[in-house]
T-cell receptor, first 117, second 117 residues
Framework: AQKVTQAQTEISVVEKEDVTLDCVYE???????LFWYKQPPSGELVFLIR??????QNEISGRYSWNFQKSTSSFNFTITASQVVDSAVYFC??????????????FGKGTKLTVNP | DAGVTQSPTHLIKTRGQHVTLRCSPI?????VSWYQQVLGQGPQFIFQ???????GRGNFPDRFSARQFPNYSSELNVNALLLGDSALYLC????????????????FGPGTRLTVL
């Protein structure tokens, strides 16, 4: 069965600190997709990144970077030099594609990040 | 380009009533998915529709139903409301090509916050 675990419920840092959000997933499929979404207080989920199970290259986008390790079933997200605007709830999600099937996303419970000035 | 739109923004109902939530996808997107997010949890998949056909259904009672229209907009209906139905209801759209095996990225709307008294 699919499962996503985000063990960190809340994290609080001071501006300019680096912070890593952990995500561990469970799946029996060899083909799957992993996602990160950001949910600011307004409520809308904002897409950040998508990775497929065959691409283990780490990715960097500005201050954001993602570390995908199949050996430990982890897809961790690091924010470098955090800013107050990074304060939000961050969700990791998993999808197992099926031909003609649904694109159901299975989400973790989220990590609330607070960046203090 | 406009993102996913949802209406209404907020809604207050009493137990036993019926509610209809509406969603318009991003232009060009043919798939709409619905998720329920209760406070402090990650979103839970309810339905996915592609070209008016149901593609997937989550573990929700028959009181929940949905449909998709020829213009790809969608409605989520909930009958006989219970207190536990109070949540943020999120709509997401994706391209979801019928013949693709991959998982298209889902883009979310701002949500409808439903309160059941």
């Amino acid at each position: 069965a699919q499962k996503v675990t985000q063990a960190q419920t809340e994290i609080s840092v001071v501006e300019k600190e680096d912070v890593t959000l952990d995500c561990v997933y469970e799946t029996r499929d060899t083909t799957y997709y992993l996602f990160w979404y950001k949910q600011p207080p307004s409520g809308e989920l904002v897409f950040l990144i998508r990775r497929n199970s065959f691409d283990e290259q780490n990715e960097i986008s500005g201050r954001y970077s993602w570390n995908f390790q199949k050996s430990t079933s982890s897809f961790n997200f690091t924010i470098t030099a955090s800013q107050v605007v990074d304060s939000a709830v961050y969700f990791c999600a998993l999808s197992e594609p099926r031909m003609g099937g649904s694109e159901k996303l299975v989400f973790g419970k989220g990590t609330k990040l607070t960046v203090n000035p | 380009d406009a993102g996913v739109t949802q209406s209404p923004t907020h809604l207050i109902k009493t137990r036993g009533q019926h509610v209809t939530l509406r969603c318009s996808p991003i232009s060009g997107h043919k798939s709409v998915s619905w998720y329920q997010q209760v406070l402090g949890q990650g979103p839970q998949f309810i339905f996915q529709y592609y070209e008016k056909e149901e593609r997937g259904r989550g573990n929700f009672p028959d009181r929940f139903s949905a449909r998709q229209f020829p213009n790809y907009s969608s409605e989520l209906n909930v009958n006989a409301l219970l207190l536990g139905d109070s949540a943020l209801y999120l709509c997401a759209s994706s391209l979801n090509h019928r013949t693709s095996f991959g998982t298209d990225t889902q883009y979310f709307g701002p949500g409808t916050r439903l309160t059941v008294l």
